[in-house]
T-cell receptor
Framework: EADIYQTPRYLVIGTGKKITLECSQT?????MYWYQQDPGMELHLIHY???????EKGDLSSESTVSRIRTEHFPLTLESARPSHTSQYLC?????????????????FGPGTRLLVL | QKEVEQNSGPLSVPEGAIASLNCTYS??????FFWYRQYSGKSPELIMS????GDKEDGRFTAQLNKASQYVSLLIRDSQPSDSATYLC???????????FGAGTILRVKS
């Protein structure tokens, strides 16, 4: 069973507010990911990290930013929330191999954060 | 053309039947393939991973991979109402550093 945690689970916030979604994993995984998923729609990768001090933008353009100061922690920040940011945000991690390796390890997902921006 | 294609469904099967879920992918360099199950409002959970051509069985689940046809499938035997969920196919992309997810197939098992 994966030990990956996300807080808050639900967040309702007004437009213009700064928010940080927390994600932590206790498995010592090098790779971490943030996905965005609207109801009934597919997952979209918005950020990923191969390790400490490594962050990359994903396939879906996002106004959010991430940081990776510690292996276990990968927070996502929205400087100024807008209604268009309303969605579910899913964090995942994998053990991974060396960057550019052939096989991707299994990704384990956290429970998600449901964000509603009014 | 999407990188990973799945029939959105819903696929309806009676309880006890075999459910067959299919997925095609476009990147011939993909090496790793995964099936995830996602209940409504929940996060995806891994069902199976498969890396080599052929079949891989785990309990009631069998994953089948055919790299030449760029096709991966999931069979669920003795389907149960609790299997009703969205099933996501995921495939590695860009030298295995990222997963690309399909949009998912909704499965409904009727009792």
């Amino acid at each position: 069973e994966a030990d990956i945690y996300q807080t808050p689970r639900y967040l309702v916030i007004g437009t213009g507010k700064k928010i940080t979604l927390e994600c932590s994993q206790t498995m010592g995984h090098d790779k971490m990911y943030w996905y965005q998923q609207d109801p009934g729609m597919e997952l979209h990768l918005i950020h990923y990290s191969y390790g400490v001090n490594s962050t990359e933008k994903g396939d879906l353009s996002s106004e959010s930013t991430v940081s990776r100061i510690r292996t276990e922690h990968f927070p996502l920040t929205l400087e100024s929330a807008r209604p268009s940011h309303t969605s579910q945000y899913l964090c995942a991690s994998s053990e991974g191999g060396p960057q550019g390796g052939d096989l991707e390890e299994t990704q384990y997902f956290g429970p998600g954060t449901r964000l509603l921006v009014l | 053309q999407k990188e990973v294609e799945q029939n959105s469904g819903p696929l309806s099967v009676p309880e006890g039947a075999i459910a067959s879920l299919n997925c095609t992918y476009s990147d011939r360099g993909s090496q790793s393939f995964f099936w995830y199950r996602q209940y409504s409002g929940k996060s995806p959970e891994l069902i199976m991973s498969i890396y080599s051509n052929g079949d891989k069985e785990d309990g009631r689940f069998t994953a089948q991979l055919n790299k030449a046809s760029q096709y991966v499938s999931l069979l669920i035997r003795d389907s149960q109402p609790s299997d009703s969920a969205t099933y996501l196919c995921a495939v590695t992309a860009e030298y295995g550093n990222k997963l690309v997810f399909g949009a998912g197939t909704i499965l409904r098992v009727k009792s």
